[in-house]
T-cell receptor, first 113, second 111 residues
Framework: ETGVTQSPTHLIKTRGQQVTLRCSSQ?????VSWYQQALGQGPQFIFQ???????GRGNFPPRFSGLQFPNYSSELNVNALELDDSALYLC????????????FGQGTRLTVV | RKEVEQDPGPFNVPEGATVAFNCTYS??????FFWYRQDCRKEPKLLMS???SGNEDGRFTAQLNRASQYISLLIRDSKLSDSATYLC????????????FGTGTRLKVLA
């Protein structure tokens, strides 16, 4: 196991609602990245947090936001949910900002109805 | 052109076969390269990093060709348990952990 845990594992929300997903990074890892994986696609980079600050963002609208806490755990918040937000949301932690492998949690499967 | 391109497959091969996957990337300044394996409805798991000199881990061999901007993965003596989707991953930007994933190549090893 990678030591990266995500909660919840499954979630069903209604269009227009807001959702918060959580991630506990592996011990000793100060960098957390979030990815969205739609069915049949590779994961798409949402953003990265390094030492509590956003350190890069993909092509996602501002209604996708995040936080990293002093213990390096992280949250992903999505406002005004749309049907297309239905996907597997993956959190990855790594010991440095770059150049090393990322280790993924088991993901949160979000369904928007 | 997609930043990272893979043949989606599926590749259906008999047990014991050798199978090769290729992946091309568009950003010549890309820094790091990886192969991840993803089982159905599970998270991606690191299979191996890809180095310029090539690297081997048991039945798996990865190669990087910077001049042609492609990465390859060779699996020898395929096992049923190798059935999965193989994701090519590129880190194109120094100083950030933005990974660009290919769409993945599906492999099914048949008994």
């Amino acid at each position: 196991e990678t030591g990266v845990t995500q909660s919840p594992t499954h979630l069903i929300k209604t269009r227009g609602q807001q959702v918060t997903l959580r991630c506990s990074s592996q011990s000793g890892h100060n960098t957390v990245s979030w990815y969205q994986q739609a069915l049949g696609q590779g994961p798409q980079f949402i953003f990265q947090y390094y030492r509590e600050e956003e350190n890069g963002r993909g092509n996602f609208p501002p209604r996708f936001s995040g936080l990293q806490f002093p213990n390096y755990s992280s949250e992903l918040n999505v406002n005004a949910l749309e049907l297309d937000d239905s996907a597997l949301y993956l959190c990855a932690s790594s010991p440095r900002r770059e150049g090393t492998e990322a280790f993924f949690g088991q993901g949160t499967r979000l369904t928007v109805v | 052109r997609k930043e990272v391109e893979q043949d989606p497959g599926p590749f259906n091969v008999p047990e014991g076969a050798t199978v090769a996957f290729n992946c091309t990337y568009s950003n010549s300044a890309s820094q790091s390269f990886f192969w991840y394996r993803q089982d159905c409805r599970k998270e991606p798991k690191l299979l191996m990093s890809v180095y310029s000199s090539g690297n081997e881990d048991g039945r798996f061999t990865a190669q990087l060709n910077r001049a042609s901007q492609y990465i390859s993965l060779l699996i020898r003596d395929s096992k049923l348990s190798d059935s999965a989707t193989y994701l090519c991953v590129v880190n194109p930007i120094s100083g950030t952990y933005k990974y660009i994933f290919g769409t993945g190549t599906r492999l099914k090893v048949l008994a």
